[in-house]
């Protein structure tokens, strides 16, 4: 069953795929735009099952106007019971959790432990640890605003169970980056865009 199912779906996805098109025909003239001054174009939309048009049950629906809107937005977000983490990272200091039933440090923390359930206790660290893993990127999102290369580290740090992603900083030539190498927490002072930014790893 589970076979046929995944036949029929690749069957629809391979009539799908070369029929899926949007089509963007050039401005419509003046007299056909209407009066909002907001309104960008009109498009209009092919079927996506690439049916002749004269079954097109949807044909009165094929025009699709697109018009701008600016929104401006606040968030309140709450960060929990991770709170004491962010706080504590913006006095300098590193916290983990540590379930009282089967001693797991948890870093990230974890305010209940993932092998019991068990509520964990907070458990303040060195913020010194050891370079496990790393991978480094060339190219980033835009909206990251960092530069490149962008070294994404996985830290095992001292007397955690856990590792424990970030960005790297501090570090001079790629090649002095290593497996193996210690590193520390290093804390950020001022204004950040997200509180994660409250901290980096740099070589020690
Ligand atoms: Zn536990």
């Excluded at 174009?41 to 079927?47: C, G, H, P, S, Y």
């Excluded at 379930?99 to 432990?113: E, I, L, N």
Aim: net charge positive; with cysteine.
């Amino acid at each position: 069953m589970a076979t046929k199912t995944k036949k029929t779906q690749k069957a629809v996805e391979e009539k799908i795929a070369p029929a899926y098109k949007v089509a963007f025909p050039p401005e419509l003239p003046a007299n056909k735009r209407g009066k909002l001054s907001s309104k960008l174009f009109i498009m209009e939309v092919a079927d996506p099952m690439g049916r002749p048009k004269a079954k097109d049950e949807w044909k009165d629906f094929r025009e699709i106007e697109k018009i701008e809107l600016k929104w401006e937005f606040c968030y309140k977000h709450s960060l929990g019971k991770y709170s004491k983490f962010f706080i504590e990272l913006e006095k300098g200091n590193f916290y983990a959790t540590k379930c009282p039933k089967c001693g797991t440090v948890w870093a990230m923390p974890r305010p209940v432990c993932a092998n019991d359930l068990t509520i964990c206790k907070w458990k303040k660290l060195t913020g010194k640890g050891t370079l496990v893993s790393y991978s480094i990127s060339e190219f980033v999102p835009a909206f990251m605003k960092v530069k490149t290369p962008y070294v994404l580290a996985m830290v095992k740090l001292d007397g955690a169970d856990t590792l424990f992603a970030h960005q790297l900083l501090g570090w001079k030539k790629r090649e002095d980056i290593k497996t193996g190498m210690r590193v520390k927490v290093v804390y950020k002072k001022g204004p950040v865009g997200h509180p994660m930014q409250l901290m980096h790893f740099e070589p020690m």
